[in-house]
């Protein structure tokens, strides 16, 4: 799908940073989710196995999932991993994935930060921008901000800040399970992406179309391995 290009990716650090507070300022019109919105999922890995925390050139897969329909994109990694600087490694293969779907979202569940991030930039929002589409983030924690874990009851939520600002929230999506970090991205706000990935819950802790793109990324790396 040929979605609206608002900006290219960053090529250097300092790019990167620049565009980053650049994204941070920006006031777009926040989105209003449909009654049944389509959300997809996007997700990307890397070989399993290899010492250290990653570098520029490894193999990845990243992949998208839209309505139980999903594609992989394979490629290399644009930098060695640091955290809060994931735009430069893990950007244009995302950004691949999503343009691969035959439909268009209304909005993309990343496996990213959004406003938690020290620029108020993470690649979840950054990915949004990119595309022009609603974003919001997933993780298994925070980056920068804090919060104490909700009540254990599906649904529960408590709030992740960052000084001011409440940039997400912990959600518990199962009991006796980890709660995920719920984070706002582009054009989204915090309340919005607890209520999307609220209502796009399986049987499962993770959200359909985001562990749909799990799978999908996991079995093509397994296949290529063999």
Known sequence: M???????????????????????????????????????GCFLCFPRGKSGAGRRGDRGW???????DAVVVEGHAGAPYEAGLLALREGPLLEAAVRALADEPDVVLVDATGRDHPRRAGLALH?????????????????????????????????????????????RTRTGTRPLAVHAGWRTTSETA????LACLGTTRTPEPLRSARTAARTARARARS
């Open 2 to 40: 040929q979605y609206g290009r608002v900006r290219a990716w960053p090529t250097s650090l300092e790019e990167l940073v620049a565009e980053q507070l650049r994204l941070a300022r920006e006031m777009p019109t926040p989105w209003q989710p449909p009654a049944a919105p389509n959300v997809a």
């Open 62 to 68: 990243a992949a998208a999932a839209l309505a139980g």
């Open 127 to 171: 990915l949004g921008a990119v595309l022009d589409l609603p974003t919001i983030g997933l993780t298994h924690r925070p980056l920068v901000a804090a919060g104490a874990w909700p009540p254990d009851e599906p649904g529960a939520r408590a709030a992740l800040v960052l000084e001011p600002e409440v940039v997400g929230y912990w959600v």
């Open 194 to 197: 607890v209520e999307v990935v």
